[in-house]
């Protein structure tokens, strides 16, 4: 009997502390998005983040854009010449870039690169009290602190995608022109011909934004909620990565099915 | 605001990643294809459409003159009915005619229009009404394999 009343309580218990978690992620993510214009008015903490998250990720997301690149030009060239169209390698290159690889590949990075930065360095001020202090002089940790990092992975992490997606499509020429021979002119006219403006650069710009966002509200969320010991902060960290890489993953489907289902 | 060591390069992030948006935009994506003249639109009937798309390009002479704007189908006369924007620049006479080409052996389709001889011009709202419809692979080789039945069972018969 007793048996039964433990596992019950058990089972609510669960449940009701994973209703609170979701609760209290709402509530933070409806915190920054209403603090977020204010965070700026003061745009020299903004600025910092972004020079933190952006600049330092910039050598990173343009060197995996570049290879990445590389790779679809040899891989697409390979299937291409098959059927003869190896010309249209321009356009393979650009589509897959554009609208998926560049956004998706970029937030993974991010989150790997900038997300983990944000969670160690949150936890550890939560850790070191330093939040607490703030909340005793009356400064809102979560505007002085947490609203300028999300803003600033929020504009950082469009511009790292675009930046990831023009870096790919000049190693797809470098590849596809320069070293196989695929002639230069099919391969920016087929591209030119085949990319629309709104629906695929357009898009991948929005799921880049959808991504910055999910990718910098994870990693907040997590070094915010941590518990404040260094084994609290290493699993925080850790949890960074695998939800927004989870999160980013299943969001890319949902938005594929929503922007380019016919 | 005081300034900090940081503006320039955040600044220059900021250019990088407007210039990589620049870049898909102008170069993957054909920006300056999006022409913003006046048009004028016409529509025509077909039989068949073959695998023509909305957007596809309206050309003479192979220069792009128009671009196709909307297909429905007709339920009274079960035609195709193409809608297309033709530059304002453009004047056609009133008796051109279209038809549905193909770039390349399985490149996608576009239409083609002929000039006519007529003195009046292709005006808002008119309907082309000498069209070609698509060539379809299907038809062309019941076409042959007929073709070539029918000459089969000609040839015995001269024979004797």
């Not at chain 1, 019950?8 to 603090?35: H, K, N, P, Q, Y």
């Not at chain 1, 040899?74 to 321009?90: F, I, M, N, V, W």
């Not at chain 2, 994506?29 to 009937?45: C, D, K, M």
Request: charged share 15%; aromatic share 8%; glycine share 10%.
């Amino acid at each position: 009997m007793s048996g039964v009343t433990t596992l019950l309580s058990r089972i609510g218990f669960s449940v009701r502390s994973s209703l609170a978690d979701i609760g209290e992620a709402t509530r933070l993510l409806g915190r920054l998005l209403v603090l977020s214009p204010v965070a700026l008015a003061r745009f020299r903490l903004v600025s910092d983040q972004i020079f933190f998250l952006g600049n330092y990720s910039l050598a990173i997301i343009s060197v995996s854009g570049l290879f990445v690149g590389f790779v679809l030009g040899l891989q697409g060239y390979y299937t291409l010449q098959r059927y003869g169209s190896s010309e249209a390698l321009g356009l393979l290159v650009a589509l897959s870039l554009v609208r998926e690889l560049g956004p998706v590949v970029t937030a993974l990075l991010f989150a790997g690169r900038a997300g983990t930065a944000l969670t160690a360095e949150i936890g550890l001020m939560k850790s070191g009290e330093q939040l607490a202090a703030m909340e005793m002089m009356a400064v809102d940790p979560v505007q002085r602190v947490l609203a300028p990092r999300f803003l600033g992975g929020l504009i950082a992490m469009p511009l790292l995608a675009a930046v990831f997606s023009a870096v790919g499509i000049l190693g797809g020429w470098a590849v596809g022109v320069l070293l196989i021979g695929v002639d230069a002119g099919a391969f920016w006219s087929q591209m030119q011909g085949g990319v629309d403006v709104f629906k695929d650069v357009g898009n991948g710009v929005i799921k880049s934004m959808v991504f910055g966002l999910t990718v910098t509200f994870v990693a907040l969320l997590q070094g915010y909620f941590c518990q404040p010991t260094p084994e609290g902060v290493a699993r925080a960290t850790t949890r960074t990565v695998v939800l927004s890489s989870l999160a980013v993953l299943a969001l890319d489907f949902v938005l594929t099915a929503l922007m380019f289902s016919i | 605001m005081q300034k900090s060591r940081h503006d320039l390069w955040v600044g220059l992030f900021v250019v990088i990643g407007a210039v990589a948006l620049l870049f898909l935009a102008l170069k993957a994506g054909n920006l300056l294809s999006l022409s913003f003249e006046p048009v004028y639109r016409v529509s025509a009937r077909f039989d068949n459409i073959g695998g023509l798309k909305a957007r596809a390009a309206v050309k003479s002479a192979g220069v792009v003159v128009g671009r196709v704007t909307h297909i429905s189908f007709d339920d009274k006369s079960f035609q195709a009915t193409v809608e297309m924007e033709m530059e304002q620049r453009f004047a056609f006479p009133k008796d051109s005619s279209v038809k549905i080409l193909t770039a390349g052996l399985l490149g996608e389709q576009y239409l083609g229009i002929e000039p006519g001889a007529a003195e009046k011009t292709l005006l808002a709202g008119d309907v082309i009404t000498q069209t070609q419809s698509a060539v379809v692979l299907e038809t062309l080789i019941s076409q042959f394999l007929f073709n070539k039945a029918a000459d089969a069972s000609n040839a015995p018969a001269d024979k004797p």
